[in-house]
């Protein structure tokens, strides 16, 4: 019984053992089988990847940078001092500072800039400014004066016969409009306020044919009170310094005047459209001949060569008449030259 008993536990053990040996052997299998895969694998891929052509590097893009000094340098202009590039992330502090040292180089560049309509009083600033629309100031500081000379009061040109003044306003395109605009705002002045132009944005947009434009042109040249002229040129000049994205006219002057100081803004606008009428022109800007080339992200997009910037300056930085027969004095001591009358050239 005890022989019996022995040679049952031998054959247990010899069973255990090789039921062992077959686990361990088939582990062993296994792990030689993944071995095997994973080295296959990563010959496959060493393989592709050295028979796939090299990708070539994109090209870079090629930047137009504005000289540290503009090359054609202006006579009389103070050279701007550093180039500015500023960030597609620029701060609202560092566009500030951008902003306002743009508009102090321009000062400096344009210290005569004033209103390019001819006026003796509001009155005639508010009606020029209405006539102004879709035409040149040229033209209309050239058909002006005998519109004034026959009708020098609002209660004058309230009582006209429009043919007559369709006929003298007639150079100024869109004339039957525009008569239609100026005798009514006439009309407005003489029953409203007495024959005086107002001072106040409320009461001039209620004028026929004035809008918040003509208004601030009124309010900051006839009576002092800063305001923001957004007209064409100054809409595309702030969107080309990135001072806003804007398209709106008076998202414009909300997003600009928030840059400025409020005692900034009548001469302000001056500068800035003094420089869109002689430099920064909208189809060929003379970016080779612009005094704040270093301040402007949009410079490259006209001109760059000097020689052939200087030929697209326009009146006084081009040795040209001005828009004005009767300009500042300031002016024409800057070399300035006043305009033909109409007829003459």
């Known amino acids: 019984m005890?022989?019996?008993?022995?040679?049952?536990?031998?054959?247990?053990?010899?069973?255990?053992?090789?039921?062992?040996?077959?686990?361990?052997?088939?582990?062993a299998s296994m792990k030689k089988a993944a071995s095997e895969k994973k080295t296959a694998s990563a010959k496959k891929a060493a393989s592709a990847k050295k028979a796939a052509p090299a990708k070539k590097a994109p090209a870079a893009k090629k930047v137009t940078v504005a000289p540290k000094k503009a090359t054609a340098r202006l006579k009389g202009t103070a050279p701007a001092r550093t180039v500015v590039h500023p960030p597609s992330g620029e701060s609202r502090t560092a566009l500030v500072r951008r902003a306002r040292r743009i508009n102090r180089e321009l000062a400096e560049v344009y210290p005569y800039a004033h209103p390019e309509l001819d006026f003796a009083n509001p009155f005639q600033l508010v009606v020029a400014t209405v006539l102004?629309?879709?035409?040149?100031?040229?033209?209309?500081?050239?058909?002006?004066?005998?519109?004034?000379?026959?009708?020098?009061?609002?209660?004058?040109?309230?009582?006209?016969?429009?043919?007559?003044?369709?006929?003298?306003?007639?150079?100024?395109?869109?004339?039957?409009?525009?008569?239609?605009?100026?005798?009514?705002?006439?009309?407005?002045?003489?029953?409203?306020?007495?024959?005086?132009?107002?001072?106040?944005?409320?009461?001039?947009?209620?004028?026929?044919?004035?809008?918040?434009?003509?208004?601030?042109?009124?309010?900051?040249?006839?009576?002092?009170?800063?305001?923001?002229?957004?007209?064409?040129?100054?809409?595309?000049?702030?969107?080309?310094?990135?001072?806003?994205?804007?398209?709106?006219?008076?998202?414009?002057?909300?997003?600009?005047?928030?840059?400025?100081?409020?005692?900034?803004?009548?001469?302000?606008s001056h500068h800035v459209i003094w420089h869109g009428r002689r430099i920064c022109h909208a189809r060929k800007p003379a970016c080779g001949a612009c005094p704040i080339a270093p301040l402007c992200p949009a410079y490259g997009e006209g001109e760059t060569d000097p020689e052939k910037a200087k030929k697209l300056l326009k009146y006084e930085k081009g040795g040209f008449p001005g828009q004005r027969l009767n300009p500042p004095q300031a002016y024409l001591d800057a070399g300035g030259k006043p305009a033909p009358p109409l007829g003459a050239g």
């Open 2 to 27: 005890q022989a019996a008993s022995a040679k049952k536990a031998a054959s247990a053990k010899k069973a255990a053992s090789a039921k062992k040996a077959a686990s361990a052997k088939k582990a």
């Open 132 to 268: 102004s629309a879709q035409t040149t100031d040229l033209r209309v500081n050239q058909t002006t004066p005998a519109l004034f000379a026959k009708y020098p009061t609002p209660e004058d040109l309230a009582a006209a016969n429009p043919e007559e003044v369709e006929e003298i306003l007639r150079p100024c395109g869109f004339f039957r409009a525009k008569t239609k605009s100026v005798i009514g705002l006439s009309k407005a002045l003489a029953e409203n306020f007495g024959g005086e132009v107002p001072g106040r944005l409320e009461d001039l947009v209620k004028l026929p044919g004035v809008g918040r434009k003509t208004a601030f042109v009124v309010l900051g040249n006839a009576f002092g009170r800063p305001g923001i002229t957004v007209d064409t040129h100054f809409q595309r000049l702030v969107r080309r310094w990135q001072w806003t994205a804007e398209t709106d006219p008076d998202k414009i002057e909300a997003a600009v005047g928030a840059l400025f100081p409020k005692s900034d803004w009548t001469d302000l």
